[in-house]
């Protein structure tokens, strides 16, 4: 297929109902990608205005309807509640031959509404599995969704030119799309998503305030617990949709960790070694995962560097690589000690780029590792 020129759109009026987070990463990351857009936001005047200064929407409106009507493309990229009671005004306002689509973590409430009130206009039910704990259109970055997956919830098992032309300038934003039925959608997040928020959740809570040991606890805490505990700083008010609408298939998968957990006490008291079996079968199951948690479409090639903790040693880093045209894919703080440096691991797209990376920084004098 032809790859649509720096000013070329499908879609050349988008509306954004909700210029937060999400929706302001869409605006600019649309904005950066097809410069003639003209991005209507409808939010509270106080957002709209940090949206314009942003750059993230040209327009700022409070009229529903009228800017609906006008819309080739309309983003609903509020809380799940907020979505479905904008179903239906939506439906009723949007024109032929426009797409809705909407960014709620949870399909199947939201896909069993729009069946019900899209009877001309075509919607899609959207999640772009890109979120950060911040909130706000302050924490908008028009690379939020380069290589993540976004997964698409047609109302029909055989989508039209319509959802194909939606998914194709997703790609072009940068996105892996991926279509789902909506209830396998909610299976399948309630576990690699749910469950992961509320255990770090948990988690947090436990070295923080249930263990006799609290204060001595967070003290000790190193990369791996803040690691697995980093989304536990998300705000609530941006998880009491997810839980609500998802809660029985979240349920479910609660109820299969409690289980895998009880296991595991029982395990403690058992002679030999029954832990090996579970840890082993884990690295099997996470060897599966792609090499990249960003959902990159193909693997990278991985390189461990150490850097000195000393002023300039990181631009030192980018520059020796910069001035030999070598790409960094993919960039992450691994390990840190205070006064000697850290551990970075380095992602390339490519084998004999990431050969060609660690020739030219053993000859800047770094130390590569394992």
């Keep these: 297929m032809k790859k649509l020129s720096r000013t070329d759109s499908p879609f050349r009026r988008i509306t954004i109902i909700g210029v937060g987070v999400i929706g302001g990463s869409l605006g600019l990351a649309i904005k950066k990608r097809f ?4 991005i209507t936001g409808i939010d509270r005047p106080d957002v709209l205005r940090k949206a314009l200064r942003r750059g993230a929407i040209d327009v700022a409106s409070r009229q529903l309807k009228k800017t609906v009507a006008d819309a080739d493309l309309v983003f609903l990229a509020t809380p799940i509640s907020v979505i479905l009671k904008l179903l239906p005004q939506v439906a009723c306002a949007i024109g032929a031959g426009a797409v809705v689509t909407d960014v709620g973590s949870v399909k199947r409430g939201i896909i069993q509404s729009a069946r019900k009130h899209f009877l001309h206009g075509t919607f899609v039910g959207g999640h772009p599995m890109a979120g950060v704990e911040l909130s706000g259109v302050e ?9 993540a997956v976004y997964v698409l919830t047609p109302l029909t098992r055989r989508p039209g030119a319509a959802v194909k032309r939606f998914a194709k300038f997703l790609e072009e934003l940068g996105a892996r799309v991926v279509t ?4 396998l959608h909610d299976e399948i ?3 690699v998503s749910h469950v992961p928020q509320l255990t770090a959740v948990a988690l947090t809570n436990v070295a923080g305030n249930r263990h ?4 001595a606890y967070l003290r000790l805490a190193a990369g791996g617990f803040r690691d697995l505990t980093r989304i536990a700083s998300s705000r609530p008010e941006i998880w009491h949709d997810i839980l609500a609408f998802n809660r029985d298939e979240i349920g479910r998968a609660l109820d299969l960790m409690i289980s895998e957990l009880l296991s595991y006490r029982r395990a403690l008291r058992a002679k030999g070694k029954p832990f090996a079996r579970m840890f082993n079968e884990a690295r099997r199951i996470r060897s599966r995962i792609p090499k ?20 300039g040693m990181l631009a030192k880093l980018t520059v020796s ?40 920084l053993q000859k800047a004098g770094f130390e590569i590792g394992n």
């Design 35 to 38: 410069r003639s857009v003209v």
């Design 292 to 311: 990249s948690m960003k959902g990159f479409l193909y693997p990278l090639k991985e390189v461990y560097v150490f850097v000195e903790d000393q002023p």
């Design 180 to 183: 789902l039925d909506p209830k």
């Design 139 to 147: 924490a908008a970055h028009p690379l939020l969704f380069e290589n």
């Design 321 to 360: 690589l910069t001035r030999a045209k070598i790409n960094i894919k993919d960039l992450e703080l691994m390990k840190i000690r205070e006064g000697r440096g850290g551990t970075f691991r380095l992602a390339f797209e490519s084998r004999e780029v990431a050969a060609r990376a660690v020739g030219v």
């Design 212 to 215: 006799h040991s609290s204060p």
């Design 189 to 191: 997040v309630s576990v």
